[in-house]
């Protein structure tokens, strides 16, 4: 594979945002026409009938943070003078000039200083060492905004209107509260891949009644999480004025709304205004906290009736698991959770603790040594194997619809209405799972003609096929139809928890959920676990518990270059020691020809010149060999990002990966052997009366990094002898 070059970011035409406005106008005025007004319709064509230098202008400022805005700072060089375009703007009142009705927006334009220095004059013992938000906070609350405005001078000051109806068009075209055209950007910059496979757009709102209450509830959400507190407390005033939303965007937009009010008030000690508010949704997650907030207020009876109707009428599996255990916890004074059960009678095995950092890629390791193959599964394996299967269905489907470009996962999968929709074509692609052969060459024929295409559901990577095929291979079809129909019955809802690993051994394919120590099982991978289990696959968890394996081995790596970080320099000397239970076993060491000049400076503190590494082998020659040598190892080094990053930038350079789990002896010297005055290599050595007699040439250091791993494996050994006990 050639190696990978860097992404070159599009260039922009000069009027991309005012060409980004028409587009979102256009597919709104086309696709939406049943949900807007009339007076909407004329908005959208009062502003296309605009002078192109005023829509530019007019979408400038839908692009800017806040309304209000300087006009001395009002400057975009392809717009040229700007009177003409904001004498245009005020005549249609696409802006104007605010007034104290706009208060809040004016705060949140001035600076602190400015709003400081009127209060100074009007309110005696206002401190300078307030907030902003504690200045317009007290603003709001104690000044009058006519008054205030007239300390301002609103002529330098303008305004954009309509701040809601282009909030509502963005809302429509992408389904969420939305500030600005940036997503627009990003897609002709190549940042963000849009859908291109089928060209078929549906509304995602029936009617206007049903966008409305959508939207209501979307922008309270988006102003709650990113508001003021003041923000905050007028959302939490309106609660009341809720109604009662129709739709299924609606409802779920409100009981996200309800969560995240309720969890606030309970974090302000207002727990009957949280269990009030907690009643105004109609989700699990809020039934789940209003239940454990009865309890935690001593009502108990009321906690219980609740708990039984989730028993009785529960709205998912989670909800009944929670409800199931949290009442036996209560009631039936069992002393632990299902989820801490599960992790108690799990399998556990015995890893280095180096691997910490990455206990997946270790466990992988430790099936691979028993002989086992093992994959990095989770989501990705089984949306990938759904998303090839349903290809046709999902993408090659002039009938399958999305609601934008943007909008990358069908329609039909949101609405979880794909099985009806498609049941013949689905059952028989399922029932063609017998023949795993004809599955393959299927798959394999979908990935030539498709790789790469955004789609939504799975992303891309040449190990992709060898990890379906793997799984059609180790698990029956039967049990892999049972999945994949839950998936095409509710893909919203199975799409994640799935088990880390997929393990393939004697008797076919396992599913491992790999908790290290410290690590929660949450519900939906226990509800994930038991879906597969009832489907007839093998799943499990596997708990680590790291230790010090005498027996790993470990390569101590030093590296000499032409110079610090960055592309521009190479590799000029590799070195490694290779350990195992303290003891060396090999070693490697050869000088690397960095086909560019060794500045002075560095030969001077290395000893390598030009000469030395003239007829050296290029890294290309030693990859293979260094590779190898390191086999499963861990990677060890004095500040171990210096070397490991140098390799990883050269083994790119040939398209190859660098993976291996890292040890930092700096770092770890730090942690275990406190008290040092310095950590560098050469101090260490000193202190610790190590052998350092050519510093800064490779297998010298790496040597003196060698011993001190060893310190640092004592020290582990006994801290993990300690934990044990």
Same mark, same amino acid.
């Given at each position: 594979?050639?190696?990978? @070059? ?13 060409? &980004? ?13 049943? +949900? ?105 609350? &104690? ?111 409100? =009981? ?49 009736? &609740? ?21 036996? @916890? ?11 059960? +599960? ?156 088990? =880390? ?29 038991? @879906? ?36 521009? &320099? ?156």
């Amino acid at each position: 594979m050639p190696p990978r @070059q860097p992404r070159r970011l599009a260039e922009l035409p000069t009027f991309y945002y005012q060409q &980004h406005f028409l587009e979102l106008l256009n597919f709104v005025a086309t696709h939406y026409g049943h +949900v807007l007004d009339g007076k909407e319709r004329d908005l959208i064509q009062a502003f296309q009938r605009l002078e192109p230098s005023a829509q530019c202008l007019y979408v400038r400022l839908v692009n800017r943070k806040g309304r209000i805005f300087a006009l001395n700072k009002l400057k975009y060089p392809e717009l040229g003078e700007l009177s003409g375009p904001l004498q245009t703007l005020r005549d249609g009142r696409w802006t104007g000039q605010p007034g104290p009705e706009l208060l809040e927006d004016i705060l949140a334009f001035l600076t602190k200083a400015e709003i400081h220095e009127y209060l100074l004059g009007a309110v005696p013992g206002i401190g300078r060492s307030w907030h902003k938000n504690q200045l317009i906070e007290f603003v709001m609350e &104690h000044c009058a905004p006519a008054d205030f405005v007239k300390g301002i001078n609103l002529d330098r000051l303008l305004v954009q209107r309509r701040v809601q109806w282009v909030r509502f068009l963005l809302f429509l075209y992408f389904g969420e509260a939305r500030e600005g055209l940036s997503r627009f950007t990003l897609r002709d910059m190549g940042l963000v891949r849009t859908q291109t496979l089928n060209a078929s757009y549906e509304p995602r709102f029936s009617d206007r009644d049903e966008a409305l209450e959508t939207f209501f509830f979307a922008a309270r959400l988006k102003r709650f999480e990113r508001g003021t507190s003041r923000d905050r407390q007028l959302l939490t005033d309106g609660v009341a004025q809720w109604g009662d939303p129709v739709s299924e965007g609606a409802a779920a937009l409100r =009981d996200r709304l309800a969560l995240a009010i309720g969890r606030d008030l309970e974090r302000s000690g207002r727990n009957d205004e949280a269990l009030s508010v907690y009643r105004r949704g109609d989700s699990a997650e809020c039934s789940e906290r209003m239940i454990r907030l009865l309890f935690a207020c001593g009502r108990r009876d009321k906690a219980k009736a &609740h708990l039984q109707a989730c028993l009785e009428r529960p709205r998912s599996e989670e909800e009944w698991l929670f409800a199931h255990d949290l009442y036996r @916890q209560k009631f039936d004074k069992k002393r632990t959770s299902a989820l801490t059960d +599960v992790l108690r009678q799990a399998e556990t095995i015995e890893l280095d603790e180096a691997y910490s950092g990455s206990p997946e890629n270790a466990a992988i390791g430790y099936f691979e040594r028993l002989g086992q193959r093992a994959y990095r599964a989770e989501n990705t394996l089984w949306r990938s194997l759904f998303g090839l299967l349903f290809w046709d269905e999902l993408y090659d489907n002039a009938s399958m619809a999305r609601h934008s470009p943007f909008e990358a996962l069908p329609a039909a999968l949101r609405a979880r209405t794909f099985y009806d929709d498609y049941t013949l074509a689905i059952e028989a692609k399922l029932a063609g799972l017998s023949d795993a052969a004809a599955t393959k060459r299927r798959l394999l024929k979908i990935g030539a003609r498709h790789f790469g295409d955004a789609n939504g559901i799975f992303r891309w990577r040449r190990s992709t096929a060898e990890k379906v095929f793997a799984l059609l291979d180790g698990a029956g079809p039967r049990a892999l139809a049972t999945m994949l129909r839950h998936m095409c019955r509710d893909y919203a809802g199975t799409r994640y928890g799935f088990p =880390d690993l997929l393990v393939i051994d004697d008797a076919g394919a396992r599913l491992v959920e790999i908790k290290a120590e410290g690590d929660q099982l949450r519900r939906n991978q226990l509800l994930r676990i038991q @879906q597969l289990r009832g489907a007839g696959l093998r799943a499990d968890v596997v708990c680590i518990r790291w230790v010090l394996d005498p027996q790993q081995i470990y390569v101590v790596v030093d590296i000499e270059t032409t110079g610090g970080t960055g592309e521009g &320099h190479r590799v000029t000397e590799v070195a490694a020691v290779k350990l195992r239970d303290g003891e060396v076993i090999d070693r490697y060491q050869t000088l690397v020809n960095p086909r560019r000049p060794i500045p002075s400076n560095i030969t001077r503190l290395t000893g390598i010149s030009d000469a030395m590494v003239a007829d050296a082998p290029l890294f290309a020659d030693i990859a293979d060999g260094f590779a190898q040598f390191i086999g499963d190892a861990i990677f060890v080094a004095h500040n171990v990002n210096f070397d490991y990053g140098f390799l990883s930038r050269e083994y790119a350079r040939l398209g190859r990966p660098f993976r291996y789990a890292k040890l930092c002896t700096c770092a770890s010297m730090r942690r275990l052997y406190p008290g040092q005055g310095s950590y560098s290599l050469a101090a260490l050595c000193r202190s610790y009366e190590i052998a350092l007699k050519h510093h800064h040439r490779a297998m010298c250091d790496a040597e003196a990094a060698a011993e001190l791993l060893v310190l640092i494996n004592e020290k582990r050994a006994d801290i993990c002898g300690r934990s044990r006990s």
